[in-house]
C-alpha cells in the first residue's frame, strides 16, 4: 500500500512570512494529492489538490507543486495570518487491490507567531 | 443540506461492549469512508464504499463492521470495544471517490476504558 511521510510535524513561522511543508509517497500509482486544513476540534476541509499530470497549482496565498520523479509534493503558504493556524495533512490516493482511499501524512502543526 | 452528520458526539464505553457509530450524508454521494484519528498518526482509513452494498477494507478495519444499504447512510460498527480504540472517528463523503474532495463530519470522540 501506499505510505506518506510528512515533515516538520511542528512548524513555528512569524506572521508575514512564509511556511512550507513537505511530503513524499511510496507509490508511483498514486495520481491525486490533496492537502486539508483542521483547525482544533474541528473537522478536516481540503484546502487544495493537484493531480500528476500538473506540476504546481496556486490559489491566492497558498500553492501546491509535486514533483512525480522524485515522489515529492509540497504546500507553500505566503503572507501568513493568525488564521492559518492550523494542523495541515497531505494525502495521496493509493491503488493498491483497486482501493482510491486517501493515505494521510501524520500532519504539521503550523503556529504563527504575531 | 446538511452535509455530513455523525451521531453521537461523543462515547464512552467498557471494554468488550459493542455499539454503532451513525454516518448519513444528504449530498447523493457514492462514495463514503470511515477514519480514525490518533495523536501524531494522522487520519487512517478504516472502511470505505463505492455505492450502496458495496464495502471494502481499508488500512486498520480489525474490530470494525460497515454496511451500505442505502446511499445515505453508513454505519461503522465496534464488535467488541478495546481500548485501543479510543479514537476520534470521522465519516466522509465524495462524489465519486477519492480522487475527489472528501467532505468530512462532524467526528465522534470514543473512550473505552
Known amino acids: 500500500g501506499e505510505n506518506v511521510e510528512q515533515h516538520p510535524s511542528t512548524l513555528s513561522v512569524q506572521e508575514g512570512d512564509s511556511a512550507v511543508i513537505k511530503c513524499t509517497y511510496s507509490?508511483?500509482?498514486?495520481?491525486?494529492f490533496p492537502w486539508y486544513k483542521q483547525e482544533l476540534g474541528k473537522r478536516p476541509q481540503l484546502i487544495i489538490d493537484?493531480?500528476?499530470?500538473?506540476g504546481e497549482k496556486k490559489d491566492q496565498r497558498i500553492a501546491v507543486t509535486l514533483n512525480k520523479t522524485a515522489k515529492h509534493f509540497s504546500l507553500h503558504i505566503t503572507e501568513t495570518q493568525p488564521e492559518d493556524s492550523a494542523v495541515y495533512f497531505c494525502?495521496?490516493?493509493?491503488?493498491?487491490?483497486?482501493?482510491?482511499?486517501?493515505?494521510f501524512g501524520k500532519g504539521t502543526h503550523l503556529i504563527i507567531q504575531p | 443540506n446538511a452535509g455530513v452528520t455523525q451521531t453521537p458526539k461523543f462515547q464512552v464505553l467498557k471494554t468488550g461492549q459493542s455499539m454503532t457509530l451513525q454516518c448519513a450524508q444528504d449530498m447523493n454521494h457514492e462514495y463514503m469512508s470511515w477514519y480514525r484519528q490518533d495523536p501524531g498518526m494522522g487520519l487512517r482509513l478504516i472502511h470505505y464504499?463505492?455505492?450502496?452494498?458495496?464495502?471494502d477494507q481499508g488500512e486498520v478495519p480489525n474490530g470494525y463492521n460497515v454496511s451500505r444499504s442505502t446511499t445515505e447512510d453508513f454505519p461503522l460498527r465496534l464488535l467488541s470495544a478495546a481500548p485501543s480504540q479510543t479514537s476520534v472517528y470521522f465519516c466522509a463523503s465524495s462524489y465519486t471517490g477519492g480522487l475527489d474532495e472528501q467532505y468530512f463530519g462532524p467526528g465522534t470522540r470514543l473512550t473505552v476504558t
Open positions: 464504499s463505492v455505492g450502496a452494498g458495496i464495502t
Open positions: 493537484i493531480r500528476s499530470n500538473v
Open positions: 494525502a495521496a490516493v493509493y491503488s493498491g487491490g483497486g482501493a482510491d482511499g486517501l493515505t
Open positions: 507509490d508511483s500509482a498514486s495520481n491525486y
